[in-house]
Each structure stands twice: as structure tokens, then as C-alpha cells.
């Protein structure tokens, strides 16, 4: 992150009050303390970490605080030790550098899914018209697209990969248009139902993808690199505190096909149904997620 970044001096105000901003809280097993969660409002993410709060309750009756932040205040929380995990972190190129800036304060603990994050257009724009970011460059493209890339927060991961690629691809005469998830999509529905032509930035998994259909922009320089994994990373110390919760998470992964159908689910109910239904369909393979590590901690005990 830049270091006069205004995104930077938000996320250094906001942190003193991180651990007040939990969205949720578990308060079963009150004697033991509760794993706090970071997580940032992305429609994966918020399946990820809810399913992985069920199975943790349910497997080792352990209770979970869920703290919600953007991903630059997430990084800064964990390496101080304010959080203990967050579970959607895209390696090798999206967060790489909020991940090598306090990488020696963090474990990885695994890989629990892949994706893909880069720009995107619907498909009833022709491939002729622009199959590529070079072809950004074009005047009636920048006139049509009216020189927006819609994108979501401000200061995150993707964010600064475009601003990369606007300098890289030499994109004159365009501006990031930034406001959430929801107000990025809602601007690319307006537009659709407009016959407007939409740039934005895309991410996969994500329900985007069987809402509309949308197809990846080649990126011949590869700024926003290939194949994503997202990892659960931990503060530094967190395996031993908490073995088997350490061992969860390096076991816990959730098949593509599987997320992009419960963010579907999730919108058409509520993300709470949508999980609740999914573990309970699931919970054999949940509960061998636990099996080796509730082994090896035993093995250990006097």
C-alpha cells in the first residue's frame, strides 16, 4: 500500500477500533476465550468464514467472534495480534502486498479455494470491440465505456492492480469509479438493462458469473496475474494456541462449483439458511476435516 495512501491513514484511524466492530459473536463454551475472525464483506468470504464458524462450534463447541474491516485494516490487525485469522487472502499477486509487508508476523495456514480477479465485460459487447485490456486503448471503446472501470472499495487488493494496469497499458482518460460490491454490481445491472457498455472489476468465485453473463478481459502483461489461491493466514503463534483449529483450517477447503452455488442460495434467502443446509448436507465431510488433528493433540497430552 502506498505510504501516503489517504486508504492508509483511514485504516490506521479505524484500528484501535477493530475488535468493536464484530458483526457477530458466539458466546457458547465461555470458558474458553474466542478465535476472532476477520473478514471483509465479499459474498465468498462471508460463506467461507460462516461455514467454517458452524464447524467450529459444532465440532469443538469453540466460540467465534467475527470482526468485519477492510483487508488493508485486516492485514495490520492480525500482524498486531488484534485478530486471529482471516480466511480470503488471494496469493499470489491480489494481496501480495499487504501479505509481504507483515509476513513475518503471520502463518499460513493453507489453501482453501481458487480464483481468478481481473477486468471483465458483459459478453454482448463483441470480442472484435475489445478482447483484450490493450484494446481499452481504442477511442470508441473509451467513448462507449465512457472512460469508467467500475470497481468496489477503495484502497483494496484488485484496486491497486488497476491502478497498475491503467499505468502499465497507458489507459488515458480513465477513472476508477469505486463504491462496494453491491453499488459495483448495481451499476452493471443498470447498464445492462440500458444497453450501456460496463467495465468492472471481476472477481471469480463470485455469483456475478451466473447472474450475467461476463467474460474475463486478456491481460497480455499479466498485472492481475493467473490462477489465484485464498489462503487462511494466522498470526504468528496461532497453530500453537490453537492446534486444532490450526489443523481446520489446512484442512478445510470448499469445492468451486459448491461457494458459487451457496452465494447464489445466500441471496435468494439468507446466507445463514444457505450454510445451516450446506453443513448439515455436508457434515460427515466436515467433521474428517477435525479427524487428524484432534489425533495429534491427544498424542501430546500426559
Known sequence: MNAHSPYRKIA??????LVLAASATWTHAADRPPIRIGWVNWSDTEITVKLATTALQEHLKQPVKLVMADIGIQFQALANGNIDLIPMVWLPSTHKAFYDKHKDRLEDLGVLYEGRIGMAVPTSI????ISSVEDLNKPAVREKLEGKIL????????YKLTVQAIEEYKLTGYKLVASS??????E???????????LVNAWSPHWM?????????DDPKKIFGGAEQIHAVARKGFSAQ???????????????????????????????KA????????????????????????????
Open 181 to 186: 460490491e453491491s453499488g459495483m454490481l448495481n
Open 275 to 302: 450454510v445451516a443446509a450446506y453443513y448439515a448436507a455436508n457434515k460427515p465431510r466436515f467433521e474428517a476435516m477435525f479427524e487428524q488433528g484432534a489425533q495429534s493433540v491427544s498424542s501430546r497430552q500426559p
Open 12 to 17: 490506521s484511524a479505524c484500528l484501535a477500533g
Open 126 to 129: 463483441p470480442i472484435s470491440e
Open 151 to 158: 470497481t468496489s472499495e477503495v484502497g483494496n487488493g484488485q
Open 209 to 217: 458469473f451466473s447472474k450475467w453473463s461476463l467474460r474475463y478481459l
Open 242 to 272: 490453537y492446534p486444532e483449529v490450526a489443523y481446520f483450517f489446512a484442512h478445510y477447503s470448499i469445492p468451486q462449483a459448491d461457494l458459487e452455488a451457496l452465494m447464489m442460495q445466500a441471496r435468494e434467502t439468507s446466507s445463514d
Open 188 to 198: 452493471l445491472d443498470r447498464n445492462l438493462k440500458r444497453n450501456k457498455w460496463s
